[in-house]
């Protein structure tokens, strides 16, 4: 914000859309475009910062470069609708010293000499030092910055509308040369020794739940082969998934996000990386992880535990049911986009048009939808009311309903189990001592077929457990 008020010449401080001012004639170009040289020339006179021009490790000045690209040729004749371009790109750069960076409009007129119609663009790119001093207040070190600023007068659509952008790309490293007296330094080993008691604890949790994963699938082994050698049966499925603790994998990919999460932070503190973004989102996904895991032993609890059951009861019909109606969200969004795109904001970009019928599908923001639609079009505007109604019907009164209501249904299911007993797996009545598991014979059938049969048979038998319970 401070290097857009710095050298964009009249910015108002807020962004007209992605872009930071737009200018409409040839003089408000040279004025922005000389107001930017003059700043840059007036640094140290104008900004309250502590910025200041970046040198090289010789200690010179790096020099500010303007470069400007062009249509190779061009003629143009509105008026007879002739024209005469050829597309390849011509670019041309120069650069001088910052201090004297004012006095181009003299010494280098002729580049300055713009064919508007054949400019596509002009680049400014620079680099400024800069330094945090509001951490000395916290008694920690100042982080020394280096920005690479461009400002970009973008003509590419040649609208008769020139757009101003400032992109910042910002380097973040430990001050090389620094002293600070007056106030004691903060020690940063004890915060160096907890994220490594973290990471210690975290590798142990993820060690135990591996240890308990690969146990429980030799179980599972041990299980299945003295099930098909005693009672000629296969372990059904959802037998097989009471061996492998989801829970476990939650954990482990909760510590392995909080393992790197926290080395990324050491590196942080001591200065030898920036990416706060990379180590945030490691951080932040892990602790949400942590905080689901919680769940589990809330799941100890009777009434509690009813989320968590229907939860996983309802999530492979939900999954199911999502993927049918996302191939007809999706048919909505590239429909949007590609009709009504040129008509209403909100419609401009795929992803814009995504957001826009998810905040339609919850409620929201739908008079404004509706009212916003630029009337110039009298076809456009009734298939954007056909589009709109039908697509809020469709979503609300169908497709939401009957996602309410397979959870609903699941909801009712558990609580019925709940009250009349949960049906006997396989497993279960092994474990209850039970020995009359019926004996599948071979009589001629293939392995693939047997195979089948086998889970028929399972899969059957608790759809028939479920029934009994229910009635």
Known sequence: MALKNLFLKAYTGVDEDDYSVAVYTQHAVFDSLFYV??????????????????DDENGKLLPLTICKAYYKR?????????????????????????????????????????????LVDIKI???????????VRHRELPDCYLFHVTITFDNQCHSGKVKLFLDIDAESSACKDWKISGTAQKNTHYLLMFDGFVILVCITSAVLCTRSIILAVRLLQRFSQFFQENFNRKVCADDQSEFLNGWYVLVIVSDLLAIIGSILKMEIQ???????DVCSI???????LVWVGVIRYLGYFQKYNVLILTMKAAFPKVLRFCCC??????????????????????FEGLSRVAECLFSLLNGDDMFTTFAQLKDKNTLVWLFSRA????????????????FIALITDSYETIKNYQSDGFPLTDLQKFLLGHKDFPVLEENGQTEVELSNSVRRYCCCQRYDSDAKALA
């Open 270 to 276: 001591a200065k030898s990386l920036t990416s706060y």
């Open 125 to 135: 790119t620079f680099q400024l030092k800069g330094i945090n001093l509001q951490t």
């Open 37 to 54: 040289l003059h700043q840059y020339s007036q640094l140290g006179r104008l900004s309250v910062g502590p910025i200041s021009y970046a």
């Open 387 to 402: 589009y709109l109604y039908s697509f809020i019907s469709l979503f609300i009164y169908m497709v939401l309903s009957l």
């Open 282 to 288: 490691f951080l932040g996904t892990s602790t949400l």
């Open 325 to 346: 109606a996302g191939m007809i969200y999706l048919g909505y969004t590239f429909c949007g986009w590609i009709v009504l795109g040129p008509y209403h904001e909100k």
């Open 74 to 118: 061009g003629s143009r004749e509105p008026s007879d609708e002739a024209y005469d371009i050829d597309a390849h790109l011509e670019t041309v750069c120069m650069s001088h010293d910052p201090r004297t960076a004012n006095m181009w409009k003299t010494q280098n007129a002729s580049f300055f000499d713009l064919d508007f119609y054949r």
